[in-house]
């Protein structure tokens, strides 16, 4: 029923459709059942999906690698973390690895603020970055 | 876990750090769930009020808004059902405190909603998590199993009749729903575009009915003011801002971290006292209250750090995070690190806002990059203050903090830029 | 700002529409309030009493320029060849604001423009995010195609998800067009035929539906370019359907009939005026002569004016002497006049479509309403989303209220009276129903209610498939109303128990107190532009203007004495009975007007038969229809924007066309034929305009007695009005019903004429589409409508389809005791098992080759709703 009913859990159904793909998106199908489920049309849903930085409609790495570089984190080094990652990936900011292993996504401040140059990779939290910090990261997550 | 600097005073963080945050029983040990004992048994709504109204308590967000007051006002609308939210969509780049009591102590913040509802006269609770605070969330829901399991929370609470409800909505990545009205429309299941004020959220909220919106430090502190009383909370910090402020320390400081402290402590004694002084090199200039706060330099060390004196100066407290930032930093780099941040979290709806935003960061660049002209400059100033005084809401209505704080100390340095020079070179010309 | 634009002062804007919600999301209407630090928005500030608001002072004009610049700075705004040149409110403000250059760094992202569409045309570079487009889908017709994606300065609009507009739910109402301020949103079709300042703007009213749109015509050299929704028109507030805006091209159609046709040897001929008028003349006279006056009969068109139709029903009642007069009305809506008008006295629609509003409860039945009436339609959307109206919807086809439902109650097809009976059993039993109203304002209470006794809520479902707890919820929704409001079109009248049905109706709406007050009643949908007032003037085998009866005596007299002739008081034959008595050889020369039954009538080989049969068929119309076809002379008349008159819509208003321009090559209006035909059978009529005929109209009509063209305006006036002081009635029986008091009339089930059986398993039921009216004679000549919809299809349910083995797409045969026809299938959840539906608007595969010609006894209305029929796939 078109009624407005359950508009309110668009977000959680959109959160989950993505925790539960492999490469944390949402397709085009599941946008369409969750307009279905909350009563939204395609675009109400469409507009919320893509309002909201957490939320991808394209495929994304099976490892979604999100550094902040809000003022702490920049004041902090964030450009030496990007550029390190860059450089290690083989990709720049907004892309994802050729496998698909991994995205690079530039975000704003994540709230680890005292650990400053953070990131966080998928649900995981990383403070107090160093380049070598990131290698040995990437090198633990690749094993996997 | 975030590092904790010594607070002088332990009254929001009592707990944090202290006891395991899964468990109850540790809460409980702690005088936990007291205070909502104490108000559902023995307070009617209207003298919770009046305490709540007696102790002067501020918004801990960053608006400072008397809390008593809008408990007051939302008590007394007459639509139902009527929604309290706990605002913990914490964004402002700089603050974690949020996140330290939410992972820390979250059945504090269980209480203080319970209370709150109690006191305006609803059963139905929201707090609306961010989604990067995973660790929050998962820990905020264990604690309302807890809390539910030990009929904390559900029907007859106390055998008093009082029913009351949490649920958590996650945000999914949006600054700008840490805004009231915003976060309500995320809330509603739409994008966080905010809503025009008036009607303001004690009248119309979500779904149109009274709600109240509160921040995490700020339902915290509920708790010590029903167990200890208003008056006890009035002897802490100042006349005009009492209680105590958890400061969020980040930058160029040897120690980072949470310091909870009565409100009016200044800036040095912060760096000197609990960060361990400053890192790397002399101070430059501070930014208290996150990315839409002001820029303090050398001269404002000694002003108190509450609301009123802050905004005396034209400057303001926000969210209490503080950067602190020495002299290898570029004054015009950071700027443009602070429009960045405007730009990409800007919501997009009113034209001040989503293109003000995009334009002085364009602006700041040209600047960066030798490309600017003086006339930038003022352009830049003289857009932000339009925007403060067009944009719908707070985000746009910020930049010109920043941008008016940092012309007035370094002026100068950012005009080198234009000539083709970074002084600190940090900008690649 | 709505008190300033009221008062007269223009506080600029871009984001405010009137009759959209606020969002104040551009920020230009800034003001400063005194006393009020800082500037508020006046769009979302309300007025206080006192309040002193500066609207323009140097520190808020240079913010206005500001924002301006920084719109200006973002897209490439291309006014050369912008439709929107000339009229687009951004060029007025930055006109206003004396913008000469813009201080900001320019941004130039070009985007495509995005023309999937058949009439929406999308210009992304001009589109100022002002969301007024995304308000107007979300708002007007409820459909939320439009939102904003992405944030921040990177947003965009968008349609679905991130799809082409021609690939969305949009229904091309364009009312996205209407509401954007710059030309992001333009007409497709009207692209690059005229400067905004080219046009001449005519306001008149739609052609297609019984709402009764106020539409504004914008013409360049004599040819209608683009339509716009008139804001103040009292049906439509500014809104219009996909046929209303973008319909309109049919009246410069190369197949425009531009000059008479005479039928030598099979083929037609030109001819002059003269000789057409002429030969038509003699031989209706002549078959007068040797046949009688019974002997001919004339088809009325509920397409033309008031003033046309009065002159059709006078001419066939003076020259051809008799009552055979009838029209399509008595394929839709007889059973609607018949049973109102025993139950009330009157047997029109007793509400306004603009009080909706006030309803609590809006129960839909028979009415596919967003698809037959789409600005009515889309209004108890908005009612049922916005408002929280609640509707509750009877249709045995899942059409689109029913998702905007709090009850859908569906019933077998046929079954009505036996539903209504059992919703009032139920109210009745637990003492829902106005005792008070009962007692005063009605009779035959009683008796009534023996009969509704039988109806149990199990008996129901024994008869119409509605679960008891169902039936027994919507009886509760509709009598425990405040306000109830019945809604009904062809699925209550189209049967032979039409009249039944309706006189269910009014009981129901009696039993609840629900007549006589606003934002309730009972509301029969009417679907011509103009059947309501060729109903009023007399266009009917029994009654003559006024719904004054022929057969009786006095009313006879009263016309016989203005008309100056002995008028006939034998009760006419109906329009099925004329197709019929033609084919038995009883009527041997027909003069149809602006009707095309060879598609619209049921039974159409009999009809073919009844047509072909005649000696002389006169036919005059705007299109060679396929009754035209069959025609021995055939009269170009005109189209809508080409004659000046009256239309009545669906709730009683009589609403003032403007002749907007010339006729199309030798056509001439129809009512300067109707009165040469006229003269040259010796009588001739003296009218010099429409305005002297609706004059006639008025002395002779007690309803329309104060209606003249003077009065008319923009808002027209809803009969009855009986004096030239009488400022129009709203809502019907206040206080007392026309005939007194409400009749109550107890009312039995009885199945339909021709249920499905063994050898023809499936029931047929029979509608319309959005994009089509009717026999598709003007919409099926539209480039952008017959380009969305260019075929019909079978609407069939999927088990059905899996049985037959049948997919999308796949051509059937369809049959019936009466004919067969081929046709594509849609499999579709929409219709229930065992039940097919499929439109009449294409000639190709006309449904009514299948329909029944059975009639209601009483309104002789076929049963369109309910044959038999069978599936072979071929």
């Known amino acids: 029923m078109k009624l407005r009913n359950k508009e309110k859990d668009v977000i959680a159904l959109l959160n989950k459709a993505q925790r539960e793909n492999k490469h944390n998106y949402i397709t085009e199908d599941k946008l369409k059942l969750i307009a279905q489920e909350t009563g939204l049309s395609y675009s109400e849903v469409y507009g919320v999906a893509t309002f909201y930085s957490l939320f991808s409609l394209k495929p994304q790495g099976e490892y979604v690698i999100r550094v902040c570089n809000s003022g702490p984190c920049h004041l902090m080094g964030s450009k030496s973390i990007f550029d390190v990652l860059e450089k290690e990936l083989k990709i720049k900011i907004g892309e994802t690895t050729a496998y698909g292993r991994f995205t690079l996504e530039e975000v704003s401040c994540l709230g680890i603020c005292n650990e400053a140059p953070a990131m966080m990779i998928n649900e995981k939290v990383y403070g107090s970055l160093t380049p070598q910090k990131i290698r040995e990261i990437l090198i633990g997550l690749k094993k996997k | 876990m975030i590092k904790e600097l010594k607070s002088p005073l332990r009254v929001v963080l009592c707990n944090y750090g202290r006891i395991n945050p899964e468990s109850i029983e540790e809460y409980i040990a702690q005088d936990g769930y007291e205070a909502v004992g104490k108000v559902l048994r023995k307070m009617r709504p209207e003298q919770v009020l009046s305490e709540i109204k007696a102790s002067g308590l501020q918004g801990r967000g960053g608006a400072a808004f008397p809390t008593g007051l809008k408990w007051e006002f939302t008590a007394k609308a007459k639509d139902t059902p009527k929604y309290i939210i706990c605002n913990a969509d914490e964004g402002e780049p700089g603050t974690f405190k949020d996140r330290a009591i939410l992972e820390g102590d979250p059945h504090k913040i269980i209480e203080g909603m319970i209370i709150a509802g109690y006191a305006v006269g609803t059963h139905y609770g929201y707090i609306y998590i961010r989604g990067e605070y995973l660790l929050s969330i998962n820990r905020f829901n264990k604690a309302l199993k807890q809390a539910r399991e030990h009929r904390f929370l559900g029907n007859d609470i106390f055998g008093s009749g009082f029913n009351f409800q949490i649920d958590i909505h996650q945000g999914a990545g949006s600054y700008v729903c840490g805004e009231e009205t915003a976060l309500m429309e995320s809330l509603e299941g739409r994008r966080g575009n905010p809503r025009f004020k008036p009607p303001f959220p004690p009248s119309s909220g979500l779904w149109g009915k009274p709600t109240l919106i509160n921040n995490v430090e700020t339902l915290a502190n509920i708790i010590p003011i029903i167990l200890k009383g208003a008056d006890w909370f009035r002897t802490l910090g100042t006349k005009e801002c009492p209680g105590t402020k958890v400061y969020a320390i980040s930058g160029h400081v040897k120690e980072t971290g949470l310091i909870e402290a009565p409100m009016g402590i200044t800036l040095r004694e912060i760096i000197i006292n609990y960060a361990q002084g400053m890192r790397d090199g002399k101070f430059k200039m501070a930014q208290v209250g996150g990315t839409a706060g002001a820029i303090l330099g050398e001269d404002m060390l000694d002003v108190p750090l509450d609301y009123a004196s802050l905004r005396e100066k034209g400057l303001v407290l926000g969210s209490g995070a503080i950067l602190v930032m020495n002299e290898t930093t570029c004054a015009l780099d950071m700027l443009k690190c602070f429009l960045n941040f405007f730009e990409r979290e800007s919501c997009g709806k009113c034209i001040p806002g989503r293109v003000g935003t995009k334009k002085l960061l364009e602006l700041a660049t040209a600047i960066s990059r030798g490309e600017g002209s003086k006339d930038d400059i003022d352009l830049m100033l003289h857009t932000a203050k339009v925007m403060q005084k067009t944009s719908l809401c707070a985000l746009g209505q910020s930049p010109i903090l920043p941008i008016s704080t940092i012309l007035k100390y370094f002026r100068e340095e950012i005009t080198e830029h234009i000539k083709g020079r970074c002084p600190t070179g940090v900008c690649k010309i | ?874």
């Open chain 3, 1 to 874: 700002m709505e008190t300033a634009l009221v008062n007269g002062i223009t506080i600029p804007h871009l984001c405010y529409k009137k009759g959209l919600s606020t969002t104040g999301s551009c920020r230009v209407c800034m003001v400063k309030i005194e006393g009020s630090p800082g500037m508020q928005a006046a769009c979302t500030t309300e007025v206080v009493e006192g309040m002193k608001v500066i609207t323009s002072d140097d520190e808020i004009d240079e913010a206005r320029k500001l924002i301006v610049e920084l719109i200006l700075s973002e897209h490439k705004h291309d006014c050369l060849v912008c439709e929107s040149n000339g009229n687009c409110e951004l060029q007025d403000l930055a006109y206003e604001l004396g913008i000469e250059r813009i201080r900001f760094p320019i941004s130039k992202s070009i985007e495509p423009t995005e023309d999937s569409s058949q009439v929406i045309l999308k210009n992304p570079n001009r589109c100022i995010l002002c969301g007024r487009c995304v308000r107007a889908c979300a708002e007007i017709t409820v459909q939320r195609v439009l939102n904003f994606a992405a944030r921040g300065s990177c947003t965009f609009l968008i349609s679905g998800l991130d799809q082409p507009l021609a690939d969305t739910d949009c229904v091309s109402c364009g009312a996205c067009i209407q509401a954007c301020p710059t030309g992001a949103l333009t007409e497709k079709l009207s692209r690059f035929q005229g400067r905004s300042w080219e046009f001449r703007k005519v306001q008149t009213i739609c052609p297609y539906c019984g709402v009764g749109c106020r539409i504004e015509l914008n013409i360049k050299n004599d040819k209608i370019v683009k339509v716009y929704g008139v804001e103040e028109g009292p049906a439509n507030k500014g809104h219009l359907c996909v046929k209303g805006r973008f319909g309109f091209d049919y009246v410069h159609h190369k197949d425009r009939l531009t000059t008479p046709l005479i039928k030598h040897n099979g083929k037609f001929e030109e001819a002059s005026w003269d000789e057409a008028l002429n030969l038509v003349t003699a031989k209706f006279k002549e078959l007068k002569d040797k046949h009688g006056s019974d002997a001919l009969a004339g088809l009325s068109s509920a397409k033309c004016t008031n003033e046309e139709n009065y002159l059709f029903q006078k001419f066939i009642r003076t020259c051809f002497g008799t009552n055979n007069v009838d029209h399509c009305a008595r394929l839709c809506h007889a059973s609607t006049v018949a049973g109102l008008a025993r139950a009330f006295g009157s047997g029109a629609m007793t509400n306004s479509t603009q009080a909706f509003e006030r309803a609590d409860v809006i129960l839909v039945t028979g009415s596919n309403t967003t698809e037959a009436h789409p600005v009515i339609g889309n209004y108890f959307k908005h009612l049922a989303v916005y408002n929280g109206t609640k509707l509750m919807i009877v249709d045995p086809r899942a059409i689109e209220l029913t998702e905007y439902a709090e009850i859908w109650l569906r019933q077998k097809g046929g079954t009505d009276v036996a539903w209504i009976n059992g919703l009032m059993n139920v109210i009745i039993n637990e003492d829902l129903y106005n005792k008070e109203f009962v007692e005063n304002r009605t009779e035959n209470f009683d008796q009534f209610r023996k009969v509704v006794s039988k109806y149990t809520p199990e008996k129901v479902e024994k008869i119409t498939g509605i679960p008891e707890e169902k039936l027994i919820a919507a009886a509760r929704m509709y009598g425990k109303a405040d306000r109830g409001s019945i809604v009904f079109a062809m699925g209550i009248t189209q049967h032979t128990t039409g009249t039944d049905n309706v006189l269910s109706l009014a009981n129901l709406a009696m039993l609840c107190g629900n007549v006589g007050r606003e934002g309730t009643g009972i509301n029969p949908l009417r679907g011509q532009n103009n059947v309501q007032g060729a109903c009023d003037v007399g266009a009917l085998s029994d009654v003559y203007p006024g719904y004054q009866k022929v057969s009786e005596a006095q009313a006879r007299k009263k016309f016989e004495t203005s008309w100056g002739v002995k008028l006939s008081p034998k009760e006419g034959l109906t329009v099925v009975e004329i197709m019929d008595a033609a084919s038995k050889g009883e009527i041997k020369g027909l003069y149809i007007m602006g009707e095309n039954p060879m598609l619209s009538d049921p039974n159409l080989n009999h009809v073919r038969e009844g047509l072909e049969n005649l000696d002389f068929l006169v036919v005059q119309d705007i299109f060679l229809t396929e009754t035209a076809e069959l025609a021995d002379v055939v009269l170009p008349g005109v189209s809508f924007a080409e004659k000046e008159g009256t239309f009545t819509n669906t709730c009683r208003r009589i609403q003032l066309l403007h002749k907007a321009i010339p006729p199309i090559g030798k056509s001439r209006e129809d009512w300067k034929i109707i009165m040469e035909i006229s003269k040259r059978m010796g009588y001739p009529t003296a009218y010099h305009s429409p305005g002297e005929i609706m004059d006639e109209i008025a002395s002779l009509t007690p309803i329309y007695g104060g209606v003249h063209f003077d009065r008319l305006g923009e808002q027209g006036l809803q009969w009855p009005c009986p004096s030239r002081n009488h400022p129009g009635t709203p809502y019907l029986h206040k206080g007392k019903f026309t005939r007194g008091k409400g009749l109550f009339t107890p009312v039995d089930y009885i199945p339909p004429a021709e249920l499905p059986d063994e050898e023809y398993p499936f029931l047929l039921s029979t509608g319309r589409i959005l994009y089509h009216f009717h026999t598709g004679s003007l919409s099926r000549r539209s480039k952008p409508l017959d380009g969305i919809a260019p075929e019909g299809f079978l609407e069939i349910n999927p088990q059905d389809a899996e049985k037959l083995r049948i997919k999308n797409n796949d051509w059937v045969r369809l049959s019936s005791r009466r004919g067969k026809l081929k046709v594509k299938v849609k499999i579709t959840n929409r219709v229930d098992k065992r039940v097919v539906f499929m439109t009449f608007h294409f000639a190709e595969s006309a449904a009514n080759l299948l329909t029944n010609d059975a009639l209601d006894p009483v309104a002789k209305i076929p049963e369109y709703k309910v044959s038999a029929v069978k599936i072979e796939r071929i």
